[in-house]
């Protein structure tokens, strides 16, 4: 399979914390995206690093991505009940085109208030 | 500027019939792709469309097929509908396809129930 793989599946934190998600890939990307997925909604774009980047920041977000590891990690700080979702992170293949996009299981972030 | 637009939002059809979904990119956009998520499955790419060309296809059975429009609207057909093919079906745009890493963007889905 060329799914990533998010670790944990399930994470319940308190409101404050910090959650951090893991996400590991098989192959070499172009990119690698985090989306938060309300239940039963679309899924909502948070973040975008490229292959070439090891690290990017938005507002409470911050995402890592060692590409010698394959892997990446997502971390949401002082999380809010808002935050309560499942996250994905999902990979473009080098020379692929970006609609094809390989998606983890996912983590389902409880955020106790 | 409006968001991906897909309709219609739930649907239930009986095993065997076919159903088409519709989906409308953000203005601008010429790139949609599919996916359908399901619980044991998970997210799974479709098929990509690009200048009315499929580009991309995932690993589905003929019966899933689309098309899209020179305005750049999408569908999608799936016929002789099965239990399994009850999900979500999640429609994405991007403004190409992307080979220097632009974001996608996905709608609210369609939710298919086959009974």
């Known amino acids: 399979s060329q799914q990533g793989e998010e670790d944990p599946q399930a994470l319940s934190i308190q409101e404050g914390e910090n959650a951090t998600m893991n996400c590991s890939y098989k192959?070499?990307?172009?990119?690698l995206q985090w989306y938060r997925q309300n239940s039963g909604r679309g899924l909502v774009h948070l973040i975008l690093?490229?292959?070439?980047?090891r690290e990017k920041h938005s507002g409470r977000l911050r995402v890592t991505l060692d590409t010698s590891k394959k892997s990446s990690s997502l971390l949401i700080t002082a999380s809010r009940a808002a935050d309560t979702a499942s996250y994905f992170c999902?990979?473009?293949?080098?020379?692929?085109?970006?609609?094809?996009?390989?998606f983890g299981r996912g983590t389902q972030l409880t955020v106790w208030p | 500027k409006a968001g991906v637009t897909q309709t219609p939002r739930y649907l239930i059809k009986t095993r065997g019939q076919q159903v088409t979904l519709s989906c409308s990119p953000i203005?601008?956009?010429?790139?949609v792709s599919w996916y359908q998520q399901t619980p044991g499955q998970g997210l799974q790419f479709l098929f990509e469309?690009?200048?009315?060309?499929?580009?991309n296809k995932g690993n589905f059975p003929g019966r899933f097929s689309g098309r899209q429009f020179s305005n750049s609207r999408s569908e999608m057909n799936v016929s002789t509908l099965e239990l399994g093919d009850s999900a979500l079906y999640l429609c994405?745009?991007?403004?190409?396809?992307?080979?220097?890493?632009?974001?996608?963007?996905f709608g609210e889905g369609s939710w298919l129930t086959v009974v």
């Open positions: 203005s601008g956009h010429r790139s």
């Open positions: 192959t070499s990307i172009n990119n």
């Open positions: 994405a745009s991007s403004p190409d396809l992307g080979y220097s890493g632009n974001t996608i963007y």
């Open positions: 690093i490229r292959s070439n980047e």
């Open positions: 999902a990979t473009a293949d080098r020379g692929s085109t970006l609609g094809r996009l390989y």
């Open positions: 469309y690009f200048s009315e060309t499929q580009r």
